[in-house]
């Protein structure tokens, strides 16, 4: 049996990993234009870290889950006509498959970048931290660091950087630059209140509803909540707005196309038609993914597949090196401060170890 995986986030590894522990006779092909799996959920941390610490390079997880990487971009605009085939077209080359498992995470669509402006690829494979020292040591640029994008991922940056200038040599302006009204809507109200508590206490400038329109070398266009537009002055920006399926590829409660039985998804990308939590989140990719892996196991033993049925354990935000906030079991259940920030640790402790080769997850 030869399982092609198209991207090597959370969720392709985490088939992987599954697919070396499952299955007896099986030959695993990654596919992914990278050479490195990056630890997404850690990246804020490169604040203070080396990005080394959260990269690990494919060759090293091939050698330790047994599989091939193809370093290439896959063509997974017609998954239909692909599943007929039962090849995977490549910008070069073309990999065959029994199955096909496509856990390509999510993306933020393009924005417009100039001297100063960094945005998650970026972040990917430049040190933050050198970004930040050199702004700090250059005068001429403007006293000011903006953050655009108000979820998860650009609060956590936000306050990596707040801890991170607190002791510089000159006075220096946050700035939070986020298109909805409010903070991590999509979770309880409780979290947003926090983290709107901790950015009034750090004297952070929070601007709700706007919209970032462009850039000039130290300046920012911006789009306010009545379509106004402004210019602020910015020695630092990061690009961090929300992230899109890339591609979105809806498949059934068992994961896989309704009408392919041969082409599967897990991670950001995937929308399940099933009873379990879909959210774009680490935790659930992993656990599709596992699912998948199984299921293919399954398929190719002529035996029915496993529903998808995963509920969401809690949600932690990191606040910097020592805070944090989120729930835990129940979304009424709110946890702040040093639990919270332990629990997040805990959390990616367990996936840590999961590429390592250890599985510790229970459900």
């Known amino acids: 049996m030869r399982v092609v995986v198209a991207g090597g986030g959370y ?28 630890k997404q959920t850690h990246l804020h941390e490169t604040v203070r870290r080396p990005l080394a ?8 997880l091939a050698s330790r889950f047994g599989f091939r990487h193809v370093q290439a971009s896959a063509d997974l605009s017609d998954l239909g006509a692909t599943a007929q085939r039962g090849v995977l077209q490549l910008d070069e080359g073309n990999e065959p498959f029994d199955f096909l498992v496509v856990a390509t995470g999510a993306s933020a669509p393009p924005l417009p970048k100039c001297q100063g ?46 801890d991170a200038v607190s002791r510089a040599a000159r006075p220096l302006k946050l700035r ?52 106004e537009k402004q210019t602020v002055e910015s020695g630092l920006t990061l690009l961090l707005p ?14 896989h196309l309704a009408a392919h039985e041969n082409i599967f998804a897990a991670g950001d990308c995937a929308r399940y038609d099933a009873r379990g939590d879909d959210f774009m989140t680490a935790q659930v990719a992993v656990r599709q993914a596992k699912l998948v892996a199984r299921n293919i196991d399954r398929l190719s033993r002529g035996v029915r597949p496993l529903e998808y049925f995963f509920r969401e354990l809690g949600y932690v935000v990191s606040l910097g090196p020592v805070d944090a906030v ?38």
């Open 326 to 363: 989120g729930w835990l079991l129940l979304k009424d259940q709110v946890v702040s401060g040093l639990p919270a920030f332990a629990i997040k640790e805990v959390v990616e402790a367990q996936y840590d170890l999961f590429v390592a080769g250890l599985d510790t997850y229970l459900v």
């Open 53 to 60: 610490r959260f990269r690990i390079p494919y060759k090293q």
């Open 117 to 162: 402006v960094y945005d998650r690829a970026d972040l990917r494979a430049l040190e933050t931290r050198a970004l930040l020292d050199d702004f700090l040591a250059d005068d001429a640029r403007p006293p000011t660091l903006t953050v655009v994008g108000g979820g998860p991922t650009g609060i956590q940056f936000l306050f990596e950087l707040s």
């Open 11 to 38: 969720g392709g590894l985490a088939c992987l990993a599954e697919l070396s522990r499952c299955c007896r006779d099986v030959e695993m092909v990654l596919v992914d234009p990278g050479a490195d799996h990056v």
């Open 176 to 227: 939070l630059v986020d298109r909805e009204p409010a903070l991590l809507r999509e979770h309880p109200a409780a979290l947003g209140d926090y983290v709107s508590k901790k950015i009034a206490q750090k004297d952070i400038e929070y601007l709700p509803g706007t919209e970032y329109a462009g850039c000039e070398p130290g300046l920012l266009q911006l789009r306010g909540p009545s379509g």
């Open 242 to 255: 929300g992230v899109r399926p890339s591609p979105l590829v809806n498949v059934n409660r068992f994961g």
